[in-house]
């Protein structure tokens, strides 16, 4: 694995930034939000998949 770098502009290790920091919840979506959101996604790509819970993984 390759050595870290610093960033070349400020010279800071990289850091993970959590979703809370930039886009803050009241409650966590449900999930016929998060399915709307993946077929509206899916729609933007121009696939087409199930919009429910009917896949097996």
Known sequence: M????????????????????????DEPPSLEELFANAAAIDDALGERRPTGPTRRL
């Open 2 to 25: 390759d050595e870290w770098k610093p960033n070349e502009i400020t010279r800071e290790p990289p850091r993970v930034v959590l979703q809370s920091e930039f886009l803050p919840m």
